[in-house]
């Protein structure tokens, strides 16, 4: 057990609706990191935050958003949702954001996200 | 644009056998370069990692060879156990605030 969790562990949804993916990073740890995980795509970083703040953005689309609130848990927001949004959607948290204070990552057990 | 190529996509090896899994990537301005193993249904987990300021690391039967100069990292499983039957992706982080790519995966299958 990584002490991420992330819900729901399921979501079934149609196209053009929009779901939040809700992630609880480890006890200490101030970054949260966004990643999707599809068959064909492997594993994509989307976006990282820092206590609260966004530090880096990754492969995101316009349609996905997220943020991290005061009391670090962070919500990944993905509206217009296409049949090609389906995938596995993992939280990690670390407890630094820079290079000099480590880098070590800790992956939830993911979302997945099935768009009909 | 592919920053980081990861092979082979997968790879059988025997109890008791050495997997290997290679990765190279193109940006030099990459600093830290880890490897995580993933099992059917669970979220990626840290195996090892390394920053570019030495060739090699070993933790136990998992070693990781850097080569600076051809911008290669490899991945050695020594005594590989059935239980070392995962995906396994190597990553690059690059600047200050872990911009993080992934490679494609290698599917690992260790047979009895």
């Known amino acids: 057990d990584s002490g991420v969790t992330q819900t729901p562990k399921h979501l079934i949804t149609a196209t053009g609706q929009r779901v939040t993916l809700r992630c609880s990073p480890r006890s200490g740890d101030l970054s949260v990191y966004w990643y999707q995980q599809s068959l064909d795509q492997g594993l994509q970083f989307l976006i990282q935050y820092y206590n609260g703040e966004e530090r880096a953005k990754g492969n995101i689309l316009e349609r996905f958003s997220a943020q991290q609130f005061p009391d670090l848990h962070s919500e990944l927001n993905l509206s217009s949702l296409e049949l090609g949004d389906s995938a596995l959607y993992f939280c990690a948290s670390s407890v630094a954001s820079q290079a000099s204070e480590g880098y070590e990552q800790y992956f939830g057990p993911g979302t997945r996200l099935t768009v009909t | 644009q592919q920053q980081v190529k990861q092979s082979p996509q997968s790879l059988i090896v025997q109890k008791g056998g050495i997997s290997i899994i290679n990765c190279a990537y193109e940006n030099t301005a990459f600093d830290y370069f880890p490897w995580y193993q993933q099992f059917p249904g669970k979220g990626p987990a840290l195996l090892i990692a390394i920053r570019p300021d030495v060739s090699e690391k070993k933790e136990g039967r998992f070693t990781i060879s850097f080569n600076k100069s051809a911008k290669q990292f490899s991945l050695h499983i020594m005594d590989s156990q059935p239980g070392d039957s995962a995906t396994y992706f190597c990553?690059?982080?690059?600047?200050?605030?872990?911009?993080?790519?992934f490679g494609t995966g290698t599917k690992l299958q260790v047979i009895p």
């Open positions: 990553a690059v982080h690059s600047g200050g605030y872990q911009k993080v790519t």
